[in-house]
C-alpha cells in the first residue's frame, strides 16, 4: 500500500477513537488489510471494508457514518461540520444540532482546544469555574455532549446507586423488641434449660428493597439517550440483586443476563448482538403485551417497582396500549415512567400513545441528563403514594 494511503487511514483511525469508538494498533492494521483486499476503485466497497473493521455495535454507526464522509470528503457534510467549528450565536436552533456531528467535528478538529490557551489559564485560578465545570456536565443534556463529556458522563454513571424505599416481606427475623412472639425459638430455649420457664424470643418482619424492572426504548427517535441509559442500567444491574432489564423497539427484549458483565463493553457488545431491532420503529403496545404475558408472573412479584422508559411515540398510534398498561400498573407497585421529551418547557400530551400511558402510571419525569437520573433515585428512595402530586396537571392536558 503506498505511504500516503497508509497514513490517511492512520489519521482516520485516530479522528474515530476520539468520536468515542474502540480503535486501537490492531484495528488500523486489519483496516489497512481490508483495503489492499478490495482496493480504492470502488467509493462503496472502500466504505464498507472499514464499517467492518471499525465498527462493532449498532450504536457506532452514525458516528462512523459521518466521519468517514467527513474525512474522505464529502463536500456537504464538511460543510456543515465547519460550521459547528466556527463561533455562532447560542439560539434555540443550535442548541438542537446532532450530537453526533458535534462529536465528529471535536474529533476532527484536533488542535482547536490548544488556542484557547489564554482563557484556560484564567479559568484554572477561578474556582467557580473549576466547580462548575461538573454542575454543566450534570445538567447537560445527553443529547448535546461531545465525546469527551459522553465518556466522561458514563464514568460519573458507573458510581450511580439508585436506592428504592425497602418494603415489608412476609418472611421473619430475630429481634428482642420485635411486636411477635416466636413459638419455636421460645419452645428452643426452654429446651436448652432443661424445661424451665425462659424468656419469650420474639421476632419482627423482614425488609428489602423491592424487584427494580426497566423497560427502556430502543428505537430511532430514542437513540440519543438509550446509549447513555444502557451504561445507567448496566450500573443498576451491577449495584443491587433483583434488577431484571428489556429492552424494545418493535419487539421485546430480555437483556438482564448480558447486563450482568461486570465490564460494559463486553455487556454492551452482548446486548448488541441479541437485539434484532435497534434503532427501529416502535410498537409499544406489542411489547408491553409481550411482557405481560410472558414476564409479568415472574419478575413483578414482591412489590416490584417498574421504569418504563420511553417517549411514547407509538408507530401503532396506541393501539391497545391503554388496556397493556392498566395491566401493568395493576400487577407493580409503582410505575414510574421516564420521557425524554418532558425537558421540553412547551411539552403537551399530545400524542395517542402519551395520551393512552399517562392514566396509568404513578410518576412521570423526564430523563435527559445526569440530573435528572439523580432526582430519580430520590424519588424511588422516598415510598410516597403512588400517584405523584406532579402528574395531576399532565392528566388534566391529556383529558
Not at 282 to 292: D, S, V, Y
Not at 360 to 384: I, T, W
Request: proline share 5%; charged share 30%.
Amino acid at each position: 500500500m503506498q505511504g500516503g494511503l497508509a497514513i490517511n487511514l492512520m489519521h482516520f483511525a485516530r479522528a474515530l477513537r476520539a468520536a468515542g469508538l474502540p480503535v486501537g494498533p490492531g484495528k488500523l492494521l486489519q483496516a489497512v488489510e481490508a483495503v489492499e483486499a478490495v482496493g480504492i476503485g470502488n467509493r462503496a466497497d472502500f466504505y464498507w471494508a472499514l464499517h467492518a473493521v471499525f465498527v462493532n455495535r449498532r450504536d457506532q454507526r452514525e458516528v462512523f457514518d459521518q466521519a468517514f464522509h467527513v474525512f474522505w470528503r464529502n463536500p456537504d457534510i464538511l460543510k456543515r461540520m465547519m460550521g459547528l467549528m466556527l463561533p455562532t450565536i447560542r439560539t434555540e436552533a443550535s442548541d438542537r444540532q446532532d450530537p453526533l456531528s458535534r462529536r465528529v467535528a471535536d474529533a476532527l478538529r484536533g488542535t482547536a482546544p490548544e488556542a484557547e490557551g489564554p482563557e484556560k489559564s484564567e479559568i484554572e485560578v477561578d474556582a467557580a469555574f473549576t466547580v462548575s465545570a461538573q454542575e454543566r456536565l450534570q445538567e447537560k443534556d445527553f443529547e448535546k455532549m461531545s465525546a469527551a463529556e459522553m465518556a466522561e458522563a458514563k464514568r460519573m454513571l458507573a458510581r450511580i446507586a439508585l436506592p428504592v424505599a425497602e418494603v415489608t416481606t412476609r418472611r421473619h427475623r430475630p429481634d428482642p423488641l420485635g411486636p411477635r412472639v416466636d413459638p419455636r425459638a421460645t419452645l428452643r430455649r426452654m429446651l436448652r434449660s432443661g424445661g424451665d420457664l425462659a424468656d419469650l424470643a420474639r421476632r419482627s418482619r423482614r425488609t428489602r428493597p423491592p424487584p427494580l424492572v426497566v423497560l427502556c426504548d430502543i428505537s430511532g427517535s430514542m437513540t440519543r439517550y438509550s446509549r447513555m441509559l444502557l451504561h445507567f442500567m448496566h450500573a443498576v444491574s451491577n449495584d443491587r440483586d433483583r434488577v431484571h432489564s428489556f429492552v424494545f423497539g418493535t419487539r421485546l427484549t430480555n437483556i438482564t443476563r448480558h447486563l450482568r458483565h461486570k465490564d460494559v463493553d463486553v455487556a454492551l457488545d452482548a446486548v448488541s448482538a441479541a437485539v434484532a431491532d435497534w434503532s427501529g420503529g416502535t410498537r409499544i403496545g406489542t411489547a408491553l403485551h409481550a411482557f405481560n404475558r410472558t414476564w409479568a408472573r415472574r419478575v413483578l412479584g414482591q412489590g416490584a417497582v417498574v421504569l418504563l422508559i420511553t417517549d411514547g411515540l407509538d408507530r401503532d398510534a396506541g393501539e391497545g396500549l391503554a388496556v397493556e398498561a392498566e395491566r401493568l400498573h395493576k400487577s407493580c407497585r409503582r410505575l414510574v415512567w421516564l420521557n425524554p421529551l418532558l425537558r421540553w418547557e412547551g411539552f403537551a400530551p399530545k400524542s395517542s400513545g402519551i395520551r393512552a400511558l399517562l392514566p396509568h402510571v404513578d410518576d412521570f419525569r423526564p430523563v435527559h441528563n445526569l440530573n435528572s437520573l439523580a432526582g430519580l433515585a430520590d424519588a424511588l428512595n422516598r415510598d410516597g403514594p403512588r400517584r405523584a402530586e406532579s402528574l395531576r396537571k399532565w392528566l388534566k392536558e391529556a383529558a
